[in-house]
């Protein structure tokens, strides 16, 4: 079972250009989330969705975008990389809300 | 808005003595909580959760968890501490049945001493 995929692991963008994190879950979860993490503010919720189709924007939404065409995959972009968007970001994913989040491996973004 | 404190950045144990890591939370309704666990370099790893029922939760690695309403706390404690416990420990909520964000507390840094 690979759970949460995601790819790629590291990352150096320069200051302006764009890029697309993929996270992709063979669990048939409903719920998929992206998280970034910073050091002393734990994880802070960027945008999540409930279903193919239904995405909401979570606590740090400016920069980003998402989309949920399929059950499995929800891919975060970034529109025009800052430098404050360094960061560690995790997917995670879970069947509802009674059930724990299963996290992908994170992908670190260093933006120059 | 729902949120989360962990009031302690680090705690400090010596190896099989009890730890205990602290969590208040904040939520309107029932909350949903949780622990998770991070290694360094490593993803989030779920523990435990309280959904209902009995305030006493068990979860993975032998570590426990108990609710407490009046105090809106879920401490996570660990009656024996293993070196192999140390590591990045985070609790989590939401409020209950269809809220879907679930919101983090910035983590406690548990170092067992052999």
């Known amino acids: 079972n690979a759970g949460v995929t995601q790819t790629p692991k590291f990352q150096v963008l320069k200051t302006g250009q764009s890029m697309t994190l993929q996270c992709a879950q063979d669990?048939?979860?409903?719920?998929m989330s992206w998280y970034r993490q910073d050091p002393g503010m734990g994880l802070r919720l960027i945008h999540y969705?409930?279903?193919?189709?239904?995405?909401d924007q979570g606590e740090v939404p400016n920069g980003y975008n998402v989309s949920r065409s399929t059950t499995e995959d929800f891919p975060l972009r970034l529109l025009s990389a800052a430098p404050s968007q360094t960061s560690v970001y995790f997917c995670?994913?879970?069947?509802?809300?009674?059930?724990?989040?299963?996290f992908g491996s994170g992908t670190r973004l260093t933006v120059v | 808005a729902q949120s989360v404190a962990q009031p302690e950045d680090q705690v400090n144990v010596a190896e099989g003595n009890p730890l205990t890591v602290k969590c208040t939370y904040s939520?309107?309704?029932?909350?949903?909580l949780f622990w998770y666990v991070q290694y360094p370099n490593r993803g989030l790893q779920f523990l435990l959760k309280?959904?209902?029922?009995?305030?006493l939760v068990k979860g993975s690695y032998g570590f426990e968890a108990e609710f407490n309403k009046s105090q809106t706390s879920f401490h996570l404690k660990k009656p024996s501490a293993l070196v192999s416990d140390s590591a990045l420990y985070f609790c989590?909520?939401?409020?209950?049945?269809?809220?879907?964000?679930?919101?983090f507390g910035k983590g406690t840094k548990l170092s067992v001493i052999p």
């Open positions: 995670a994913s879970r069947l509802s809300e009674n059930y724990g989040y299963t």
């Open positions: 669990m048939n979860h409903e719920y």
């Open positions: 969705s409930v279903g193919a189709g239904i995405t």
């Open positions: 939520v309107s309704g029932n909350p949903y």
């Open positions: 309280y959904i209902t029922g009995d305030n």
């Open positions: 989590a909520v939401n409020s209950g049945a269809g809220s879907y964000q679930l919101t």
